[in-house]
């Protein structure tokens, strides 16, 4: 069974930018969150979709949005980037009633 | 007061030693604990899952879990240089629910 799929794998942006990146969950699986991961802050949680409903958010501003389509694959976008916002964003698939996540290899995105 | 918490590290321990990871948190209504680890430029893998109380074996890996404590460990037995990594906890209330991850404890194994 293929894994969760993220493209582009890296990207590189100016100040006010904005950016999309694509997750394609594992086959079957409806749950798709995605994390941004930088050294300072570790992991953190921006928001969880489920059959194409955002499920739960995170304390991220609303320049950070997402949306999940009827596929199951979900898009993330960050409008008007900050230098800030450089970071490896992660989605993490799973199916619902197992509860176990299983992530893709990241998107490094880098804001000059 | 985080969420979740474990030391950052390094945690350094000579290979074959056991090495011992530690995370607590703060949700006392959370039922579903994960261990994953990370490899430096690598996004995180799982290891194992605990939803009980005891201790739950997989291989070199064992979880334990203390909900009255609030806390949730990792041992790794035999371990291997290729066990260094970086180690994340991360905690789910209920399903439906998001993960909630620690900062992460970077475990060096010494050859």
């Known amino acids: 069974k293929a894994g969760v799929t993220q493209t582009p794998r890296y990207l590189i942006k100016t100040r006010g930018q904005q950016v999309t990146l694509s997750c394609s969950p594992i086959?079957?699986?409806?749950?798709v969150s995605w994390y941004q991961q930088t050294p300072g802050q570790g992991l953190q949680f921006l928001f969880e979709y489920f059959s194409e409903t955002q499920r739960n958010k995170g304390n991220f501003p609303g320049r950070f949005s997402g949306r999940q389509f009827s596929n199951s694959r979900s898009e993330m976008n960050v409008s008007t980037l900050e230098l800030g916002d450089s970071a490896l964003y992660l989605c993490?698939?799973?199916?619902?009633?197992?509860?176990?996540?299983?992530f893709g290899p990241g998107t490094r995105l880098t804001v000059l | 007061q985080k969420e979740v918490e474990q030391n950052s590290g390094p945690l350094s321990v000579p290979e074959g030693a056991i090495a011992s990871l530690n995370c607590t948190y703060s949700?006392?209504?959370?039922?579903?604990f994960f261990w994953y680890r990370q490899y430096s430029g690598k996004s995180p893998e799982l290891i194992m899952f605990i939803y009980s109380n005891g201790d739950k074996e997989d291989g070199r890996f064992t979880a334990q879990l203390n909900k009255a404590s609030q806390y949730v460990s990792l041992l790794i037995r035999d371990s291997q240089p290729s066990d260094s990594a970086t180690y994340l906890c991360?905690?789910?209330?209920?399903?439906?629910?998001?993960?909630?991850f620690g900062p992460g404890t970077r475990l060096s194994v010494l050859p």
């Open positions: 993490a698939s799973s199916k619902d009633d197992t509860d176990t996540q299983y």
């Open positions: 086959s079957g699986h409806r749950s």
């Open positions: 991360a905690v789910r209330r209920d399903y439906g629910q998001n993960f909630v």
């Open positions: 949700d006392r209504g959370s039922q579903s």
